[in-house]
């Protein structure tokens, strides 16, 4: 299951159901509206192997890394979400839930880093 933060545009996550992408909000298809970022965590703990995408970059923590789910903090601007979730769940190192269950990862424009659970190492990959 693919889940958007609360604070990603309503557009954002249409354009996403438009392209087939099966996506849940937060505040809306799943948790209440202003929920707080420490309860987000053992929400996604109840709900298991889960992709979570947010803007917000307190997420990216390699303390964070757990098995049950993925963090995605996406480092763009608000209009560019929907595409940057498309084309993060068909890259080659995340087109899978069990390729990506256990990391916390940050995309941006130019590289896309990441922590792994069990590993004290951040990664770096390109978007090719």
């Known amino acids: 299951m693919n889940i958007l933060d609360e604070n990603i545009l309503d557009k954002q996550r249409y354009y996403l159901k438009n392209w087939r992408i099966h996506v849940r909000q ?9 929920i707080k970022d420490e309860e987000i965590i053992p929400l996604l703990h109840q709900l298991g192997e889960v992709t979570f995408f947010t803007r917000d970059y307190d997420f990216y923590q390699r303390n964070l890394c ?5 963090l995605v903090c996406l480092a763009i601007e608000e209009y560019e979400v929907a595409d940057f979730v498309y ?25 896309i880093r990441m922590w792994k659970l069990h590993d004290e190492k951040e990664y770096e990959l390109s978007w090719q």
């Open 26 to 34: 937060i505040g809306y298809e799943i948790g209440r509206q202003g």
């Open 66 to 70: 757990h098995t049950r789910y993925c």
């Open 87 to 111: 084309h993060f769940l068909r890259h080659p190192e995340f087109n899978t839930k069990a390729k990506r269950m256990g990391k916390v990862v940050r995309v941006s424009h130019n590289v």
